[in-house]
């Protein structure tokens, strides 16, 4: 685990990485990991002096098991509401189910397991909704239909970029996997539209956050 603004923190839970933000009324979760995971969360909690309980909200950014594979249990433990878009709701509740062409990703699936199927509490319908004071959801398709960012007004602009980008070496903006990505041009449009936010930092589901005028990183990389 680490802090990455103060409130803020990124724990990798295998290949993936949570974040929970401390608030004046709780803990709210960014993405709750692999399947069968959850347990690290709480552990990370407990450390922090709180407990699963104090989770009263699950920001998620998209339905791929290794985001959305602790989501619920964590819901029965704390009784949390879960925010999602609602292009990924099907596949976050088990009304349909994700299917993978890629060979590896069939693979993957059968290694990380099927999500259980959890309720969504709020349904984002619009661009720029706030799901909760200092947070907004951001649209950023491509990786998935209902992929979203979310943008929390603390610390100059924290952005929460799910998979609509990857923290790599050196402080640079770079592209998740292409075969984990439903459209690669609806995802290039999404980072750029992320390029015209101002925020001072960033995480991501996977690599490294980067701290700094991270907005101008996002530019870089859009302008590639």
């Excluded at 709780?26 to 993405?31: A, E, F, I, S």
């Excluded at 709750?32 to 309980?53: F, N, W």
């Excluded at 292009?87 to 699936?109: C, I, M, N, Q, W």
């Excluded at 070496?169 to 290039?188: C, F, I, N, Y």
């Amino acid at each position: 685990m680490r802090e990455v603004v103060d409130g803020v923190f990124e724990v990798g839970i295998g290949y993936v990485n949570v974040h929970l933000v401390v608030t004046d009324d709780g803990v709210v979760l960014v993405d709750t990991g692999l399947p069968r995971r959850s347990v690290k969360i709480a552990q990370v909690l407990h450390g922090m002096r709180r407990s699963i309980g104090d989770v009263h909200t699950v920001l998620l950014t998209h339905h791929h098991p290794d985001h959305s594979g602790g989501l619920a249990e964590v819901r029965r433990r704390s009784g949390a509401r879960i925010v999602a878009h609602q292009a990924d709701v099907p596949y976050v509740t088990g009304a349909e189910r994700a299917v993978y062409s890629h060979p590896l990703l069939k693979f993957s699936s059968l290694i990380m397991g099927t999500p259980e199927p959890a309720p969504v509490d709020d349904v984002v319908t619009t661009d720029g909704y706030a799901p909760l004071p200092g947070f907004t959801a951001v649209h950023t398709p491509g990786h998935t239909a209902g992929h979203l960012s979310f943008l929390l007004d603390r610390s100059g602009g924290i952005l929460f970029a799910g998979d609509a980008a990857a923290g790599k070496r050196g402080g640079r903006v770079g592209s998740t996997p292409k075969m984990v990505t439903a459209d690669l041009d609806e995802q290039a449009r999404s980072v750029a539209k992320l390029a015209g936010l101002e925020f001072e930092h960033a995480v991501f589901g996977h690599g490294r956050a980067i701290s700094g005028r991270a907005v101008d990183r996002f530019r870089e990389f859009a302008a590639v």
